[in-house]
């Protein structure tokens, strides 16, 4: 089955305590990305990937890094977490050119206290 | 940079209402998509629109693109309770941006 999955889906964590959220889709897209949703903002890019060793700031990139070793996985990283990365994050992939769909992973709930 | 406005923010209707949702960009767009989010789900690829002018329609569900490509619409005839969830825009330029999205809720 065509998939993006995210593990964990729910992570309570403190100020301060590094955290990785990993991504990994099983379509062999070259494109991928991640996303923060918070309530009236929609969907906001924080990083996105070309391809393979290809990585960009999107949006609102401060305080996350990502990292693009292969070609399925996407890890998204926060060094020092603070309460403003509260949120529900997504991860995305699709094929290279304009005219492709997105595909979401389920979505991780991640609360910084 | 290219900006993706969505009105309304909620909608609240009675089952067999109709409903639409409606997108404007600050710049004109090669192409435009619509996803749909359930609640407590992720977002699904709905439709994507590239012609001026362009309009879709999935059963009870019509997309249009606007002629300047610009604006777009989706209007949903008859609402059920399984329209429920939050639809958004995506206008694609040399990148992706998200409206913010209309939160759906439909009154059986």
């Known amino acids: 089955e065509a998939q993006v999955t995210q593990n964990p889906r729910y992570l309570i964590t403190v100020t301060g305590k590094k955290l990785t959220v990993t991504c990994s889709q099983n379509?062999?897209?070259?494109?991928m990305s991640w996303y923060r949703q918070d309530p009236g903002l929609g969907l906001r890019q924080i990083y996105y990937?070309?391809?393979?060793?290809?990585?960009d700031k999107g949006d609102v990139p401060e305080g996350y890094k990502v990292s693009r070793k292969e070609k399925r996985n996407f890890p998204l990283i926060l060094e020092s977490p603070s309460p403003n990365q509260t949120s529900l994050y997504f991860c995305?992939?699709?094929?290279?050119?304009?005219?492709?769909?997105?595909?979401f992973g389920p979505g991780t709930r991640l609360t910084v206290t | 940079g290219q900006q993706v406005m969505q009105i309304p923010q909620y909608q609240h209707v009675q089952e067999g209402e109709d409903f639409t949702t409606y997108c404007n960009s600050s710049?004109?767009?090669?192409?435009i998509q619509w996803y749909k989010q359930r609640p407590g789900g992720h977002p699904v690829f709905l439709i994507q629109l590239v012609k001026s002018g362009e309009v879709k329609k999935q059963k009870r569900l019509t997309f249009q693109f606007g002629e300047a490509k610009k604006n777009s619409s989706l209007h949903i005839t008859a609402t059920q309770t399984t329209d429920v969830g939050t639809y958004f825009c995506?206008?694609?330029?040399?990148?992706?941006?998200f409206g913010a999205g209309t939160r759906l809720t439909v009154k059986p």
């Open positions: 379509m062999n897209h070259e494109y």
């Open positions: 995506a206008g694609v330029n040399n990148d992706m941006r």
């Open positions: 710049t004109t767009l090669s192409n």
């Open positions: 995305a992939s699709r094929r290279t050119g304009f005219i492709n769909e997105q595909y």
């Open positions: 990937s070309m391809n393979v060793e290809v990585t």
